[in-house]
């Protein structure tokens, strides 16, 4: 008998059509956290809707969630797809997935703006430094110095996609590790919960065209670089907060999500404060002089109002099922209207 | 009505029958003393209509201001000024001589005259006295100078100031501290004028009843009227010389037209996206998620959004999209008009595309098509234009006012939850992109269907009829062939042309748009002058439906006008008739102004010779 979650639906009802990316692609392995992630959260898959741009990356939404409505647009617009598209009803969740040649060449505009205009979304950039799905071209975010068959050596620095958007004010930033996958997992539910944009930088190698050790988007690279910000425990209700044993409290930060989830974060190293913007700039110019792949909740903020909200829609029903009555001026409003004109 | 190149003295006064064109400096408030003027003159019942001709700047240049008074109610561009204000010291010159013989100069005697004209009638006005005098705080000295030309021409060819002030009431939304400044300045300079000049010139205006039943709006505003109308939910949109106006109108309408019944809250997210690329992207976002959804843009504009427009076309995703034309190619002449879209948009993709067109030719129209383009959009499941441009969108036109929807909302083919169920019943199979009915048009869920069954994915690459990706050669034929059916399905469909016809007529004439008031002149005068009786079919949509084709099939010649260099429509057509494709004569300029009937009628007779 499968495992259920709390619908009564089994894993296979969130899971898509077969994966055609390459065996071993980090990018499979997120593809299944995000399965993981929503079946956990008992969600319904029809209470999710999926986004993607065009790249590797962006083949990855027709591998999960099958039950879940899917848009797979154009380069580097996913964003202004999924914010026309999430206005439709507002309850729903959308999951983005991008790429670093997706979100950080032709996307960087709308990486910006849905970031600065605060769009819920759960904004996935599955980042291997590399053209995938072109044979192995330079990326924006490719490793200086990157040294690619066929193409010699990359001159150029990369794109920091987290900087990127912490530049940008996002109200939620995390970075992680496809050979993570716990830490993808806990960052994609909060990031589900997050009333805002959620900026996921996952590090995900390319095993075909990018995964030599000395690549920082390598799995060997990843393992053997990987420091974590905090461990981290999320709770969708605040009252099952059970600290295992090594999560002691004083240890602990706890961040609460405006829906009342809390994502908790266990102290490393030392303690890092993630409402603190300087301290995640900070901590991302550190880890860049540290060669170490800084992982976990770089930041966050609850407080500032997302888009959506902004433009206060009835909520008594979904936008797309209003009726015309709804939609349509009376007819005695058309006197009123032309004797507004001369 | 040949009479107008004769020198006036020799035909006495000339009632309801000139042009006037204010010749100012942009960004200097002109704009509020030339709707005075024009509104003024069609509140005392004169057919008038206002063409601004400005430049693209905001402060500084030359811009120009035309206004048709006309009793028999023709109302398109005259290349003839019989009334000319000059009140910029850069083009004097050019004013001066622009003056048709037997005409009028206005000009504010701070100007140094460079010639002088012995065959025209030269009134000074003394504006910087008398906006000095006016009282107005210096900063809004130079503006208020330009309700110095209002009174001076309001007391030589008779404007009513009653109606003067009813403009100003309207223009300044009844605030009294402008209302009295600038009608106190246009009463002073009336006065000034009825003190120290006389009249030499025939123009006059007398009270007529021929505006009764119209009113005055802009296309951009009538569009986003119609729009709010429609339903409209989701505005995608990005500031664009001529349209900025349309959505920005429909904003200020919003809290007026669309408060939800129910909650109070309003029903239209509109969102000023960062490029248009995001505009269109957005737009087509919403109108997958089931919404009524649109954005509002110029040529270089869809040239942005072309990608996505191929993709909304190949998916089906039904959005409206409004091109206000422009002058183009390239940034073109961004504020002036041109026909100049149309084979752009038609094809409007990489690959086999095709574009549903509806071509206002007013404000009126452009009201009607605002809600209808939804319609079409939503039954179609596809992309749907509106060729709109910036004389329609921009200017006032005097038209019968806004007349509520005819029909209700037409959402198209849309499957709910317990529309499955029920096709799950009757062992009905539900496929995305499956013909079911063998119109071409399949069924569409939309996001928040909660059925297990509703959800499916989207794709611009290749897919089937169950939204599954395929590179099948079968498969992509045939999805593409089916596609081709919901456009030819939809010649019958849209907005039927409107034909006017004469007994014994020599040739056809096709246009569209805002060519219509030029046509109909010309038809008139080739009539009364020439003799020469005309067939006149206008376009209103795209694909053409069988009247077009008959329209083409029995006339032996045919001339179709535009504002173009090529002829766009005229290829449009000639596709569509190839064997009828020699008949069909292109009478095409695009100079960025809008065509005169002179021009039409000559260049026609030039070709007649021909």
């Known amino acids: 008998m499968a495992k259920t979650n709390a619908l009564g639906l089994s894993i296979a009802d969130y899971k898509g059509a077969p994966t055609t990316l390459c065996q071993g692609c980090g990018h499979n392995s997120i593809i299944s956290q995000i399965i993981s992630a929503v079946f956990e959260e008992n969600l319904p898959p029809e209470a999710v809707v999926k986004f993607s741009g065009i790249g590797c990356s962006s083949k990855a939404p027709t591998y999960m969630l099958g039950r879940s409505f899917g848009f797979n ?95 940008s004010n996002a109200t939620f930033v995390a970075r992680t590790f496809a050979g993570d996958p716990k830490q993808v997992k806990t960052l994609i539910k909060a990031a589900m919960h997050h009333n805002g944009i959620a900026i996921l930088d996952i590090i995900s190698p390319c095993v075909s065209f990018n995964n030599q050790p000395s690549s920082t988007q390598s799995y060997e690279w990843g393992k053997q670089h990987e420091v974590l910000l905090h461990e981290m425990q999320f709770h969708p209700d605040a ?51 540290k060669h170490i792949l800084l992982t976990g909740l770089l930041h966050i903020d609850t407080e500032r109002p997302s888009l959506t909200e902004l433009y206060e829609l009835p909520d008594d029903t979904p936008f797309n099922r209003m009726p015309q009555d709804r939609l349509r001026p009376a007819p005695e409003s058309i006197q009123t209207i032309n004797d507004l004109m001369f | 009505m040949a009479k107008q190149t004769q020198p006036a003295s020799q035909n006495g006064a000339v009632v309801n029958d000139f042009s006037i064109t204010v010749s100012t400096i942009n960004g200097t408030g002109s704009q509020t003393s030339n709707l005075t003027i024009t509104r003024a003159i069609f509140k005392m019942g004169i057919p008038v209509q206002g063409k601004n001709i400005f430049p693209s700047n905001i402060q500084g ?73 006016s009282g107005a705080p210096t900063k809004l000295r130079d503006y208020v100078a330009n309700m110095v030309y209002v009174g001076v021409l309001a007391e030589i060819i008779g404007i009513d100031m009653d109606k003067i002030h009813a403009a100003l009431d309207f223009h300044f939304k009844g605030k009294e501290g402008p209302i009295n400044l600038n009608y106190g300045l246009i009463e002073t300079a009336a006065q ?55 959505v920005e109108t429909m904003n200020q309408y919003i809290p007026k037209l669309r408060k939800d019944p129910k909650t109070g809250k309003n029903t239209v997210v509109s969102v000023q996206a960062e490029d248009e690329l995001a505009a269109v992207g957005m737009t087509i976002g919403a109108g997958w998620a089931g919404l009524r959804s649109m954005t509002s843009t110029s040529g270089a504009g869809i040239s942005l959004m072309g990608e996505f427009l191929g993709l909304a076309y190949y998916a089906e995703v039904p959005i409206v999209v409004w091109d206000v034309q422009r002058g183009a190619p390239s940034t073109g002449l961004p504020t002036r008009v041109m026909q100049g879209d149309i084979t752009q948009v038609a094809f409007i993709s990489q690959g086999d595309t095709d574009a549903i067109m509806l071509i206002p030719k007013d404000a009126q129209e452009a009201f009607e098509f605002g809600w209808r383009a939804f319609d079409y959009a939503e039954r179609l499941q596809t992309p749907v234009f509106v060729m709109s441009d910036l004389d329609i969108g921009q200017n006032q ?116 748009g805002s060519n219509d008031p030029a046509i109909q002149e010309a038809r008139h005068y080739l009539k009364e002058e020439k003799g020469i009786a005309t067939d006149y079919l206008r376009l209103r949509a795209y694909p053409f439906s069988q009247e077009v084709k ?48 002179r021009w039409i009628m000559n260049t026609i007779l030039e070709m007649e010779e021909e």
């Open chain 1, 73 to 167: 647009g154009l380069h580097g617009r996913m964003p202004s797809l999924a914010t026309g598209a999430l206005f439709g009803d507002l309850s729903l969740i959308g999951i983005g997935m991008s790429g670093d040649g997706d979100s950080a060449a032709i996307g960087m505009g709308q990486f910006k703006h849905i970031i600065r205009r605060n769009m819920p979304l759960v904004y996935i950039v599955a980042n291997n430094g590399v053209y995938g799905l072109t044979k192995g071209q330079f990326s924006p975010t490719s490793d200086r110095g990157l040294k690619l068959k066929k193409q010699g050596v990359n001159p150029f620095e990369p794109v920091d996609v987290c900087m990127e958007a912490l530049a």
């Open chain 1, 239 to 289: 009252k099952e907060i059970q600290l295992h044993g090594e999560m002691k409290p004083g240890e602990v930060r706890e961040v609460t999500m405006h829906d009342g989830s809390v994502l908790v974060l266990k102290q490393v190293e030392r303690d890092y404060d993630p409402t603190d913007r300087f301290a995640a700039i900070r901590a991302l110019e550190e880890a860049k002089e």
């Open chain 2, 61 to 133: 240049m030359p811009t120009w201001y035309t206004i048709r008074i006309s009793k028999e109610g023709f109302l398109a561009r005259r290349e003839e000024h019989e009334i000319v204000i000059a009140m910029n010291p850069a083009t004097i010159k050019d004013d001066i001589e622009d003056v048709m013989p037997g005409g009028v100069l206005f000009y504010a005697d701070h100007l140094k005259l460079p010639i002088q004209r012995d065959d025209i009638t030269m009134y000074p006005m003394p504006v910087k006295k008398l906006a000095r005098q």
């Open chain 2, 192 to 246: 000034w004028a009825k003190e120290n000049l006389e009249k030499k010139d025939p123009y006059r205006l007398e009270p007529m009843d021929a505006t009764k039943g119209y009113i005055m709006a802009d296309g951009n505003t009538a569009a986003a009227l119609g729009a709010l109308y429609g339903g409209v939910q989701f505005v995608g949109w990005y500031p664009i010389t001529p349209a900025s106006s349309l």
């Open chain 2, 397 to 512: 036109w005097m038209v019968k006012p806004f007349e509520y929807p005819t029909e209700p909302m037409d959402r198209g083919k849309i499957l709910w939850e317990e529309d499955l169920e029920q096709w799950e019943k009757e062992g009905k199979a539900w496929g995305r992109y499956l013909d079911v009915d063998g119109d071409g048009v399949p069924y569409r869920t939309v996001i928040g269907n909660k059925h297990p069954k509703a959800a499916y994915f989207t794709r611009g690459t290749g897919h089937d009829e169950f939204a599954r990706y395929s590179e099948d050669p079968e498969v992509w034929t045939r999805v593409l062939k089916r596609i081709k059916k919901k456009f030819e399905n939809a010649r019958e469909m849209l907005p039927k042309p409107e034909i006017g016809t004469m007994e014994g007529a020599s040739f056809g004439i096709i246009s569209f």
């Open chain 2, 550 to 597: 008959d329209f083409i099939a029995s006339h032996d010649k045919l001339y179709v006008v535009e504002m173009n260099r090529d002829g766009q429509m005229r290829q449009l057509l000639q596709l569509d008739v190839p064997d009828m494709a020699d008949k069909l004569f292109s009478v095409a300029k695009g100079d960025g102004l809008p065509l005169t009937a």
